[in-house]
């Protein structure tokens, strides 16, 4: 039997790794087998990681050691964030990922120039611009979720015009690059540019947005460790970080089609400018109030009821609380329910993840298609923290900026409750009608105090 040699055991390790990257993506895309999805992802890119490592190229350890030791002393304090500061830490994951794929174009480019061809130097431009911009936006984008910088769009009068134009000048610079790749002192100019635009880019958009923002990032540094892959001809690289730009463009695709928005929409719509009702009808207009022992009550005499989650939620790191509601509320024989929105939350799926931090049952949470039709012959619809994703106003108003977003048919249920701190618009900066209908009671205050509360009085009292 012939022995395997030194290439062929790495490329056997790299084809392993990359089918287990697709398995991956294949068991991530249901709740039920998601943690199998993550384990087969770390396998492969420790699988990757290590047969690379032994690849004859690499003539010495050291510095790869030193790398490894940083970015261990870094990852374990991001990787233990709390549930609410994963979308920031998405982020900066993808920020990290971006720039190390940018600086290893920047040092290929110094390594071999003038004797680039113009399809090398093709690949190295194109990934340099898109992690050089991805970095900086994913850094705006941190910082808009953290609330270090303001949520709301920062816009100026040509804004679009200027930030189109730095990127021309980027892609200019590329273009005469390609051509003679001998003019060193342009290359730096190319990617400070391609910096300048990442910050561009995303500093417009709003916290209503960022969902989707966080999603394209993804697929941005995703292309650009796929085109670094092209420029180190390492082919694990290419399929991983092709699976990971398509994955995250297509969850880009859908996440607009659940906000009924386009991409130009939500990458230069600057939505989420805070909005004057017209007239004093809205200073007008007032909602009924409730007790945690009304709300008790309320669920206790209830047969069905759909919870909607929302960021409140997972600000007061509410999702235990409402384990514990949903626990006791099914043992007096309360069929319970979650009603998902695609966009709840700051990050795809944050509101899937939270709740199974809480070991909520797979079952129960169900996405937006799933549960629209059950909310006609639900008896309660509690709404935790949830605001611009059950407006009315996307279905009835065609004034409103968000005409047209599917939504989460709340104020179909026979009863409405709403845990809120406060009547505050929402990131579309609009009031929510839901608040003001005959049906809807409001709960204000912090959502793990109000949720915490209501379990007292249930196991306190009840039926």
């Given amino acids: 039997m012939t022995a395997f040699t030194a290439g062929q055991l790495i490329d056997l390790a790299y084809l392993v790794a990359v089918a287990l990257f697709i398995l991956a993506l294949k068991w991530l895309s249901s709740p039920t087998s998601a943690r199998r999805g993550v384990l087969s992802g770390e396998v492969a890119a420790a699988l990757a990681v290590i047969a690379t490592l032994y690849n004859p190229e690499v003539i010495q350890y050291k510095w790869i050691l030193i790398a490894l030791v940083v970015g261990t002393g ?10 609410t500061a994963v979308p920031q830490r998405t ?14 174009g920047i040092a290929e480019y110094y390594v071999r120039a003038p004797r680039l061809t113009p399809f090398a130097m093709t690949e190295i431009a194109l990934e340099v611009i898109i992690g050089s911009l991805t970095f900086t936006g994913s850094l705006i984008a941190a910082g808009k979720l953290q609330e270090i910088l303001p949520q709301r769009p ?18 200019v610079m590329a273009v005469f690059l390609i051509v003679h790749p001998e003019y060193v002192h342009l290359f730096p100019a190319m990617v400070l540019v391609s910096l300048v635009f990442g910050v561009l880019l995303v500093t417009p958009i709003g916290g209503a947005d960022m969902p989707t923002v966080i999603s394209l990032l993804n697929s941005y540094a995703g292309f650009s460790a796929a085109l670094l892959g092209f420029v ?25 089609k659940a906000m009924n928005r386009s991409f130009t929409n939500v990458m230069f719509g600057a939505f989420g400018q805070m909005q004057t009702p017209a007239g004093s009808a ?81 079952d129960k949470l169900l996405d937006m298609e799933s549960v629209n039709p059950e909310f006609p012959q639900t008896d309660v619809a509690l709404v935790i923290g949830a605001n611009d994703v059950t407006n009315p106003a996307a279905r009835k108003d065609a004034g409103s900026p968000i005409y047209g977003m599917p ?26 009608e839901l608040y003001y209908l005959e049906k809807t009671l409001m709960l204000f205050g912090d959502a793990k105090t109000a949720v915490g509360e209501i379990v007292r009085e249930l196991a306190g009292g009840g039926h």
């Fill in 282 to 362: 809205a200073a007008e207009r007032t909602v009924r109030s409730a007790t945690a022992e009304e709300a008790a009550a309320i669920l206790t005499a209830a047969r069905t009821l759909v919870i909607v989650p929302g960021y409140g939620m997972a600000v007061a790191q509410a999702q235990h609380k409402v384990r514990e509601l949903f626990d006791i509320l099914t043992r007096k024989g309360v069929d319970v329910k979650f009603g998902i929105h695609p966009v709840a939350g700051r990050m795809p799926g944050h509101m899937n993840v939270l709740l199974a931090e809480a070991d909520i049952p797979y």
């Fill in 232 to 256: 180190l001809n390492i082919k694990v690289l290419v399929v991983a970080g092709a699976l990971d730009g398509s994955s995250g463009f297509i969850l880009s695709v859908i996440m607009c």
């Fill in 74 to 83: 870094a990852g374990i304090p991001l990787g233990m964030v709390h549930m």
């Fill in 154 to 171: 920062i816009t100026y009068r040509g804004q679009n015009f200027v930030s189109l134009s730095v990127l021309g000048a980027a892609v």
């Fill in 407 to 432: 939504i989460l048919d709340v104020d179909k249920a026979r009863t409405v409750m709403v845990i809120k701190r406060s009547l505050s618009p929402g990131f579309a900066g609009i009031d929510n």
């Fill in 91 to 104: 982020a900066l994951s993808h920020a990290f990922g971006a720039l190390s794929a940018a600086m290893i």
